[in-house]
Structure formats: C-alpha cells, structure tokens
C-alpha cells in the first residue's frame, strides 16, 4: 500500500490525489538520496499547511473566547500550533510512521523529532486542503484538536511562547539568555528556509526549521524546552548530557518573543 492510501484510511477522509499526499510525506533528506523517485519534497506544501493549520485553528479560539483580547488569542492559538503542539496532533495519527526519511535522517530518531513532525503535519494538512478543500481540512483538524481547544490555555505557563518559556527557564537556573545562531538559510527570498540552533551556556539543545526566522527560533526553543525537562526529570545538569555539542560561535540572541 503506498503511503496516502495507508495515512487515508488512518485518518479516515477520502483523498483522492495520492500523489499530491505522497509528495506531503517526502522529507528533503529522502529526496536528496532519491532524486529521480518523486517530484519533490514536502516544503511548498508546508508553506500552505502553515496558513490553513493557523487559519483553522484561529477560527476555533477566537469563537470559544469572546471575551478574549488579541494577545490572549495568539497565546491560546500558540499553544497549540507552536512545534511541540503541532508534533503532538501528529502523533495521535502516527505521522512519523508513514514519513519518507533519509537513512541519516531516520537513524538519528527523526521520526520522532518534534520539529520534523511538526513540519510534516503543516504539509499533510496542506495537501488535504489542495485535494479536498477548506471545510473538510478544518473539520478534521478540529476533531483531531478537540482535546487541546478544549484545554488552551487552561495552564498560564501555555499562554506564552515557547522563546519567553525558554529565557524565564535559563534566567531562573543560571542567569543567562538563550542565545540563537542561524545554522543555514537555503532556497529562493520567497522560499527561504531556515535552520536554527539555540544554546544555553554554551551548550546546543534544541534546533528547529522552518520558512521564516521566528518559525525556526520557536521550533528550537520547544526542542530545547523538552530537552532541558527530560534532563531535570533524570537530575542531570540543565544542557549538559543529552546536548554535549558546543556552539559554534556567538550566537544571535534575539530574546524571547
């Protein structure tokens, strides 16, 4: 079965282009190491998902809270479109499973790395659009995202960004600021894509992609969020066994935003 037909009956709509959602489920790393297999990776259509997820998802929030201002909104919609909420709707469907991954790519866990889930859902939801529309596409993104418009926001620490998470968390432990250094920015102005590493006292832990700057800083900090959790619940010292790379060289801090 080639992988649309087996996401299809996954997530239970009837797509009719399987090329089109085939193309959504290529990683560039595949296609690099299988140019004349496919098309094309799933970028461009990451590019639109990005739009119709933040458009659906933006409906939904702003009609359960009326009583809402802009900046509570946005903070509501972040905390489920931002890296880690949008890996997490991707594994209610076991996305990673049915991704196309380059032998590097796969072994080093990217099946399972928030920022390639997350990017891959944008692209899934992108080609539903294109095949079945905008109604169907927001009427399986709700369902799949109940759970959490049922709960945005519910926790304060949800309504800020990931990037301010991140800063209040390394200023607590140790005083310092997060600092952001752009890995590589490949492809055309209109289609720039960006790669970001943050570290946090001269340690990398986290990276993130994505089609703009603030987009690669938000997945890196939500990286770098679960990374320093994962280490405090082991009682290792914050940044220091599960990212043992040093940063390059000064980084760009941007701040939180």
């Known amino acids: 079965m080639r992988p649309a037909a087996a996401i ?19 990683h560039s790393s595949w296609l690099h190491e299988h140019p004349e297999a496919v098309a094309g990776h799933n970028e461009r259509l ?8 933040n458009l659906a998802i933006s409906e939904a929030v702003y009609a359960r809270h009326p009583e809402d201002d802009e900046g509570l909104l946005s903070a509501r919609r972040a905390a489920i479109v931002s890296t880690s909420g949008l890996a997490r709707l991707a594994a209610r469907i076991d996305l990673g499973e049915f991704l196309r991954l380059g032998q590097g790519e796969s072994q080093r866990g990217g099946r399972l790395r928030p920022s390639l889930l997350a990017s891959a859902f944008e692209a899934l939801s992108g080609a539903l659009y294109l095949d079945l529309g905008y109604p169907a596409t927001r009427e399986w993104l709700l369902e799949l995202a109940a759970e959490d418009l049922a709960a945005a926001g519910v926790a304060s620490g949800t309504l800020k960004s990931p990037k301010s998470r991140l800063q209040e968390m390394t200023q607590r432990r140790t005083g310092g600021r997060p600092e952001y250094r752009i890995v590589s920015a490949e492809g055309p102005d209109h289609e720039k894509r960006f790669r970001i590493e943050v570290a946090v006292d001269g340690v990398i832990v986290g990276t993130g992609e994505g089609l703009s700057r603030r987009i690669a800083e938000t997945a890196a900090a939500a990286e770098a969020l679960e990374t320093l959790a994962a280490e405090t619940g082991r009682g290792v010292s914050p940044g220091r066994a599960a990212a043992p790379r040093r940063a390059a060289g000064p980084g760009t801090d941007v701040g939180a935003s």
């Open 8 to 26: 299809a009956a996954r997530i239970g709509l009837p797509v009719r282009d399987h090329d089109l959602v085939d193309q959504a489920l290529v």
């Open 46 to 53: 990451e590019f639109l998902g990005d739009a119709v997820v």
